[in-house]
């Protein structure tokens, strides 16, 4: 196995962990991909194997037309929809789809949740909306999630969970964490008034200070 194969596997397995032990899923469900963007190669978390058992071999590395590269153990079943997105999407490197808990509320209500918060609206865009239903593991559901998160960061899959998604594991998972959060403040704000959301303009303006203003000077 080569060094640079090594390391990536590496963080597939350690991401892995950090969803399981950050309570983002439970059993062997949920899943996470990263791309190396040198090789635009995929690898991918193994299918049905419980997170505290993968090791580095249990890693598949997929290419862009979804053939296995490397390993053997059979993919995620939803590795259709990891590299859909990744083949569509040239800033994101890592997708992780867990089956939270209040983000999932909105996939039962088939409803969106809105852009409510500043740093809701700069990660992950001016709402996330549900997709169109396909079962899990389908090349429909694949063309159905990336069609629903458009240039978003994240999307819901009705009736099952999330997909985020980022530029590296870190920034997605910090995305996981403000879908949450937000989806939790909405309903608890809509439990006890009317929640007020932030004017589309402010949306964009506050988007693009987060694109190209944001931190120190580059
Ligand atoms: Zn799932």
């Known amino acids: ?41 995929f690898y991918i978390k193994p299918s049905g194997m419980p997170y505290p058992e993968i090791r580095t071999d249990d890693i598949v590395v997929m290419n862009e037309k979804t053939e296995i590269i490397e390993g053997h153990r059979k993919p995620s079943i939803e590795f259709n929809f ?39 609206v700069q990660l992950v865009g001016d709402r996330v909306i549900n997709c169109k239903y396909a079962l899990p593991g389908t090349k429909a559901l694949a063309d159905n999630v990336v ?26 998972l910090k995305t996981i964490h403000v879908v949450e959060k937000t989806a939790q403040i909405y309903i608890l704000a809509k439990s006890i008034g009317t929640p007020n959301l ?19 000077d580059k």
């Not at 596997?9 to 949920?30: A, D, S």
């Not at 569509?88 to 918060?117: C, K």
Request: with cysteine; proline share 4%; net charge negative.
């Open 82 to 120: 990891h590299i859909a997105i990744m083949n569509h999407r040239e800033d994101v490197n890592s997708v992780i789809h867990y089956h939270p808990v209040y983000s999932s509320v909105f996939g039962v209500l088939y409803e969106d949740i809105p852009g409510i918060g500043e740093d809701f």
């Open 147 to 172: 069609e629903g998160m458009a240039d978003r960061n994240a999307v819901i899959i009705p009736n099952h969970g999330t997909v985020c998604v980022g530029g590296d594991f870190e920034t997605t």
């Open 1 to 41: 196995m080569s060094l640079v194969r090594k390391k990536f596997k590496q963080f597939i397995v350690e991401g892995g962990m950090r969803l399981y032990e950050q309570g983002l899923t439970v059993g062997t469900w949920g899943n996470l991909s990263i791309r190396d963007p040198e090789t635009n190669l």
């Open 198 to 216: 932030i004017d589309p303009v402010d949306i964009a303006a506050m988007q693009d200070f987060a694109r190209n203003h944001y931190g120190q």
